[in-house]
């Protein structure tokens, strides 16, 4: 499987000098395989240069799956901009969370209402499929993906994708149940150290994955004054992945404050606490045009 990070950021685009290496595009990844598989994971602004691309570069009509985690606009601004939409052949089955009390049809034609957008979704030309999801296991475009809901105050899921021998996660958004996460006096960096039901449930969710994308929106430092608005530390997600056994963790979802610098000393501390939890754990921060393959 082939990855590649269109967009990085969380809450809101950040172009600039500062973003300049990170990306100031909102969340966007795009995943392929050798079996035919083509996947998108989120369309915020970062879709906009993905659709261009695919526009540019494919002979003969698009097809892919998008995957939404949930429906807040750094996740969906995206989708309106998304130029394959606009042309007549093309072919798209949206996903999202269900629990909402509009569908994800209706969300993301409300976005497109004539008072937001010249164009409504009715009038887009590509052949276009919606369906909600429900925690499980799913079958999309020949992959097994297992959904899980996460700690978010709007429905949100998470996407564990499993094909050809590896698994990839893509987790965001999501907030600790416990930011302290180790029972008092227990070794640290294991599944039964965890001291929260939800924790431990969220940990189990990616035990011995190849890879994690999973939001860090925050520093320790941070989290306090941003408690219940749905989003992790970087220490909390590092924490976890170790216990999980996890083999390669990037963290996305960057802070719209947070300059590539800030993210810098961001990937390093994350780093360090993965060493000495005495794992050799692959940490990064993702940035716009990264691209993996596992």
């Known amino acids: 499987m082939r990855l590649r990070f269109w967009g990085t950021r969380g809450s809101i685009a950040t172009p600039g000098r500062g973003t300049n290496h990170f990306g100031g595009n909102t969340s966007c990844i795009e995943l392929t395989s050798d079996s035919g598989a083509h996947v998108i994971m989120d369309c915020g602004t970062g879709a906009r240069l993905l659709g261009n691309q695919l526009i540019a570069n ?12 949930h429906t807040h606009w750094d996740h969906i601004q995206g989708f309106p901009f998304f130029a394959p939409l606009f042309v007549p052949g093309n072919h798209f089955t949206v996903y999202g969370p269900e629990g909402s009390h509009l569908s994800l049809h209706d969300v993301l034609s409300g976005q497109m209402e004539h008072h937001y957008f010249p164009v409504e979704l009715s009038q887009l030309a590509a ?10 296991i ?13 700690n978010h105050p709007s429905p949100t899921l998470g996407y564990r994708i499993e094909a050809h021998g590896v698994s990839v996660l893509y987790l965001s958004d999501h907030e600790p149940f416990y930011e302290g996460v180790w029972r008092h006096g227990v070794e640290p960096g294991r599944l039964e150290s965890i001291r929260e039901g939800g924790d431990r449930r969220h ?19 941070e989290y306090p004054a941003k408690k219940n608005w749905g989003h992790s530390t970087f220490a909390y997600v590092v924490e976890l992945a170790v216990a999980a056994r996890v083999r390669r963790l990037f963290l996305t ?21 993965a060493k000495d939890l005495g794992s050799n754990m692959e940490v990064s921060c993702a940035y716009e045009g990264c691209e993996i393959e596992i």
């Open 58 to 69: 494919t002979a003969g009509p698009i097809s892919a799956a998008i995957l939404f985690t």
């Open 127 to 136: 052949r276009i499929a919606y369906q909600d999801l429900s925690e499980g």
């Open 203 to 221: 940990a189990e969710y990616m035990r011995d994955a190849d890879l994690v994308i999973h939001e860090s929106q925050y520093t320790p430092e």
């Open 253 to 273: 979802h960057h802070d719209p404050s947070h300059d590539d610098l800030f993210i810098e000393n961001i990937e390093q501390r994350a780093r360090k606490l």
């Open 138 to 150: 799913h079958e999309i475009s020949g992959t097994k993906i297992c959904a899980q809901s996460m």
